[in-house]
């Protein structure tokens, strides 16, 4: 089934203002603080953010800024309950030497440069980049219908682009949800098979620091001392 996971979070567990301690905004990055201490990032892509939380209460899910929002609420209320067994890099876990035709969408520069140092040449699109690391967009549906592996960004679920993307690729296609604004539920796998893991972040709680850092425009690389890399499997 193909279907928003904001529109399907939203229907379950819906918003509440009254959850929300502080939250952040900055140039790359918007940061939530539950009451808990719990603590959610969603990527910002640049965009301008102005919004008003009581506009959450009725979403418009054409809206960036409400998306983004939820997207950081969801992360923040949701990543928290899974018990990790251990802090985990996507390319510690996943042997993607076995994948051929790997796609990526969103470049992940850490990922890929292991990649390549180990002999794999992931195909690589971003919106935000043109070198010599990316392929021109207009290649992307192309190469989608021929991959058996994909690294989609989180950010996509953001941008909405996520469902275009999950539609072009094979239905054996393996997909791998990567990035801070990672929502770490298991009820991602029942509407969306094809994802086989999500790799996201936790944060200590009531980290002001890092919601300071955030407000100052750090991205990943800016506070990545922060989190604990984790990830969730699809076992269904």
Same mark, same amino acid.
């Given at each position: 089934?193909?279907?928003?996971?904001?529109?399907?979070?939203?229907?379950k567990?819906?918003?509440?203002?009254?959850?929300?301690?502080?939250?952040?905004?900055?140039?790359?990055y918007?940061?939530?603080?539950?009451?808990?201490?719990?603590?959610?990032?969603?990527?910002?892509?640049?965009?301008?953010?102005?919004?008003?939380i009581?506009?959450l209460?009725?979403?418009?899910?054409?809206?960036?800024?409400?998306?983004?929002?939820?997207?950081?609420?969801?992360?923040?209320?949701?990543?928290y309950?899974?018990t990790?067994?251990?802090?985990?890099?996507?390319?510690?876990? +996943?042997? %993607?030497?076995?994948? @051929? *035709?790997?796609?990526?969408?969103?470049?992940?520069e850490?990922?890929?440069?292991? /990649? $390549? =140092?180990?002999?794999?040449?992931? +195909?690589? %699109?971003?919106?935000? @980049? *043109?070198?010599?690391?990316?392929?021109?967009m207009?290649k992307?549906?192309?190469? /989608? $219908? =021929?991959t058996?592996?994909?690294?989609?960004?989180?950010?996509?679920?953001? *941008?909405?682009?996520y469902?275009?993307?999950i539609?072009q690729?094979?239905?054996?296609?393996?997909?791998?949800?990567?990035g801070?604004?990672?929502?770490?539920s298991?009820?991602?796998?029942?509407?969306?098979?094809?994802i086989s893991?999500?790799?996201?972040?936790?944060?200590?709680?009531?980290d002001?620091?890092?919601?300071?850092?955030i407000?100052?425009?750090?991205?990943?690389?800016?506070?990545?001392?922060?989190?604990?890399?984790?990830?969730?499997?699809?076992?269904?």
């Amino acid at each position: 089934m193909n279907t928003d996971p904001l529109k399907m979070f939203y229907c379950k567990y819906g918003f509440k203002q009254s959850d929300i301690l502080k939250y952040s905004i900055g140039e790359n990055y918007l940061a939530i603080m539950l009451n808990n201490g719990c603590i959610g990032v969603a990527a910002s892509l640049k965009n301008k953010i102005t919004i008003e939380i009581s506009e959450l209460n009725s979403p418009n899910f054409n809206r960036f800024e409400h998306r983004l929002f939820l997207m950081g609420y969801y992360n923040a209320l949701l990543n928290y309950k899974n018990t990790y067994e251990t802090e985990a890099d996507i390319f510690k876990v +996943i042997g %993607f030497e076995k994948y @051929k *035709n790997l796609v990526m969408v969103g470049l992940f520069e850490s990922l890929y440069k292991n /990649l $390549k =140092n180990n002999g794999i040449s992931p +195909i690589v %699109f971003d919106q935000g @980049k *043109n070198d010599d690391r990316t392929q021109p967009m207009e290649k992307q549906k192309e190469f /989608l $219908k =021929n991959t058996n592996a994909l690294i989609l960004t989180s950010t996509s679920i953001i *941008n909405g682009s996520y469902i275009n993307l999950i539609r072009q690729i094979p239905q054996n296609c393996d997909v791998f949800m990567l990035g801070p604004s990672g929502i770490l539920s298991k009820e991602m796998f029942y509407f969306f098979p094809n994802i086989s893991y999500i790799f996201g972040s936790v944060f200590n709680k009531f980290d002001y620091d890092l919601l300071e850092l955030i407000e100052r425009g750090a991205g990943t690389k800016g506070f990545l001392n922060h989190l604990k890399k984790v990830y969730i499997k699809n076992e269904l």
